[in-house]
């Protein structure tokens, strides 16, 4: 993992110093709030629909044991014992006090935390395959380069000010975990036809009301480019994208007015005339970011563990648990783990205090010290060895950790919704916890395999439901909440957008809706096929009419 | 409002000389009848990607802020100093916040027309000591001092 040098651990403290000094500037009133909001979005500082919601970044979604201890001691002493895992790999407090957040800060920074750039019209925290270094089809670790572009867009005195907020997302590996091609940039790591290394450049995807899968600019960015590339990409958007309308501000606006063509000429162009001696990292500052990042001293082991077969032999819930939240590893006699925050009925991507705590503990013990957030809302032990999983397993069962759901029906991805977003048309958790109670029947869940159901609570689309194979969205028709339903979206290598069916409906007609659409499926599936293979095969008049038919 | 003048490190307040203003567009349509005019003005929707006329003969270049959100004067600053290698003085005009000037100073700006003082302006430039990109101002980023710092032991 990354460590900071003193260069890091100064900037993130005279930057905490700079924000102890805004805050008191606007208690004084010498700062208005209009001029305030966008100095605290950028240290991650939302005013929400009851109190001050607080998002602490989690640099490509990696945290340590120590720093998985720091989250939950700040839950503990600021908040009300929880945190709430986000979709973009961070964590968000809902109960912190403005005048406690400077202290906060100092805290966090005590384990190399904090809260830059989560939230403003500047480049956000990078996110990256939250099984990086770790996956068996990962073509190289996206991690150092996620760490390079943290550096770089960290207080970029150029790009501070866009006209909307900015994500990038990077994959090194062939099966897309982290969206890619849904992110303003999303960038692809893989070896060419000569065996080099370089980024696949998709830029100008997107949700949110107008949602866009993004384009392909360049198939083949050797990789010490990398943030040279970005700054012709940024300078062009920070110059051309829209700011006289909020709603087409964001890059995929640009990219789809002018075409892809064009806007990868302007890019190319401007990357050419760009000095990239002074931006691009030098072999020394790219071989000692990357030397954080050496695979932990695996053992030599078998593939095949003794102890876990017995195990899988004597205890079904186990192997269900194997089966359903465990990863196949890139070392031989290791397993990456997913611990699921997605129980039965909860609130999806919620974590207490204990629990997080309790995660460190495991990661210390059985993963070399090592967690990581998913963009799906779940955590993950990236390296354990296959003869612990029994172990680890217990302890989290321990802890409602065990949840064996990963990637099925019931690992939905909800926004807060009304519950706590000024935003939201309607509330998306209690959605997501009735489907998640209708179909808690694991045997059921695993027959339906692969099921991505995602739900919004407005056209923001927080909640990704563009891109789920069920997409919910929340929408305000003369002050009712009523969903809307979608399908056919993928946010994976085969990204796709839903397409809308049906009419609006009820809080509780939506949760029979999705039963039904899935019941068509089970009929209609031709052997293991995923629910999203199903419904490309017969189209969407196929699952209106079924939606119709029942109804 | 105040004058600042940048200079490394500090912010000295200057009087408004009687400049004589010219925007871009009527300057590059007629120069002949705008050669008295010392200070250019150009708005932050011009494409300076295809400025070829030669701008050094200005003393001062103004940008402008229109509303402290909108950033594209600090592309067009690094623009004029990178790639025009403009050498006179770019005012950032308009709404100026002082959590901006450090920014604008690495992006090239040197003059500012801003509400508060000298002093303040000084403080927030010294807010940071290091950056991790290269900018127009003289210091070195990170990864520079990383490597020169590991050369020397």
Redesign the interface.
Same mark, same amino acid.
């Given at each position: 993992m990354y460590r900071y040098?003193e260069?890091d651990a $100064?900037?993130v403290a *005279?930057?905490n110093? @700079?924000f102890r000094g @805004?805050i008191a500037r606007r208690l004084s009133g010498e700062l208005t709030e209009e001029?305030f909001k =966008? /100095?605290r979005l950028m240290n991650g500082l939302y005013l929400q629909l009851h109190a001050y919601m607080l998002r602490v970044a989690i640099p490509y979604g990696t945290l340590s044991s120590r720093q998985m201890r720091r989250l939950a001691y700040v839950a503990r002493k600021y908040d009300k014992g929880y945190g709430h895992f986000t979709t973009r790999q961070n964590i968000q407090y809902n109960w912190p006090a403005l005048v406690d957040v400077p202290d906060i800060f100092d805290d966090l920074a005590q384990d190399e935390l904090h809260a830059i750039q989560t939230s403003g019209?500047c480049i956000r925290n990078v996110t990256a395959d939250q099984y990086a270094g770790a996956a068996a089809d990962e073509v190289e670790d996206p991690r150092p380069y996620a760490e390079m572009i943290r550096?770089?867009s $960290?207080?970029? =005195? *150029?790009?501070?000010?866009?006209p909307r907020k900015f994500k990038i997302a990077v994959t090194g590996a062939e099966n897309d975990r982290s969206a890619i091609r849904v992110h303003d940039i999303g960038l692809r790591l893989h070896k060419n036809d000569e065996g080099d290394f370089g980024f696949e450049v998709i830029v100008g995807g997107g949700m949110g009301r107008t949602p866009f899968i993004g384009h392909t600019i360049r198939e083949f960015l050797p990789r010490e480019y990398l943030l040279s590339y970005l700054e012709a990409i940024l300078?062009v958007y920070? /110059?051309q994208g829209r700011?006289d309308n909020l709603y087409k501000a964001r890059i995929k606006i640009l990219v789809n007015a002018k075409g892809a063509e064009e806007f990868r000429d302007l890019v190319e #162009?401007?990357w050419r #005339?760009i000095?990239k001696s *002074?931006?691009d /990292? =030098?072999v020394? *500052?790219r071989a000692?970011i990357k030397a954080y990042f050496a695979p932990p001293e695996f053992e030599d082991l078998h593939d095949e563990s003794v102890a876990l077969n017995e195990r899988l032999a004597s205890s079904s819930e186990f192997a269900r648990w194997r089966r359903t939240n465990c990863a196949n590893h890139k070392i031989p006699g290791y397993a990456i783990a997913n611990i699921s925050l997605k129980p039965i009925g909860g609130i999806p991507g919620d974590a207490s205090d204990a629990q997080m705590d309790a995660i460190a503990d495991l990661a210390e013990k059985y993963s070399f010290d090592e967690i990581r957030v998913s963009h799906e809302q779940n955590l993950v032990l990236p390296h354990v060895k296959k003869d612990d999983l029994f172990a680890v397993w217990t302890a989290l069962v321990k802890h409602e950790l065990a949840t064996p759901n990963i990637g099925l029906a019931s690992d939905i991805i909800a926004c807060p919704g009304l519950d706590y977003c000024k935003l939201a048309n309607t509330r998306s958790i209690p959605i997501a916890q009735k489907i998640s109670e209708r179909f808690a029947d694991f045997d059921d869940q695993e027959s339906l395999g692969e099921l991505k159901i995602k739900i919004s609570g407005c056209i923001n689309a927080c909640g990704h439901h563009h891109v789920g194979h069920i997409g919910i969205l929340g929408v305000d028709k003369r002050g009712e909440e009523f969903y809307q339903i979608t399908l056919g979206g993928s946010g994976a290598e085969d990204a796709a957008l839903g397409e809308i069916v049906g009419r609006g409906l009820s809080a509780d007609n939506v949760v029979d809706a999705v039963a039904k659409l899935i019941e068509h499926y089970r009929q209609a599936r031709q052997d293991k096929e995923r629910f999203l293979d199903t419904y490309r095969r017969l189209g969407a008049d196929n699952f209106k009419e079924a939606l119709n038919d029942a109804a | 409002m105040t004058l600042l003048k940048y200079s490394s490190g500090q912010f000295f307040p200057s009087i408004a000389e009687g400049q004589v203003e010219v925007a871009l567009h009527e300057w590059r349509e007629n120069p002949q009848v705008h050669a008295d005019a010392t200070a250019l003005v150009i708005s932050n929707d011009e494409n300076l990607a295809d400025l070829v006329c030669d701008i050094s003969g200005f003393d001062t270049v103004v940008l402008e802020y229109p509303s402290f959100l909108d950033g594209r004067a600090f592309s067009q600053a690094r623009i004029l100093r990178e790639r025009l290698h403009y050498s006179g003085e770019i005012r950032a005009r308009g709404d100026v916040l002082r959590d901006q000037i450090a920014f604008m100073v690495r992006c090239g700006i040197n003059g500012f027309e801003f509400a508060d003082g000298a002093a303040s302006a000084t403080e927030a430039v010294a807010e940071f000591t290091n950056a991790y990109q290269a900018g127009v101002d003289e210091a070195a980023p990170i990864w520079r001092q990383r490597h020169r710092r590991a050369r020397a032991a």
């Open positions: 040098d260069f $100064t900037m *005279e930057r110093a @700079q @805004q001029q =966008p /100095l019209n550096q770089w $960290t207080l970029h =005195p *150029e790009f501070s000010w866009l300078r920070n /110059l700011r #162009a401007e #005339a000095k *002074e931006i /990292l =030098p020394e *500052e000692r | -």
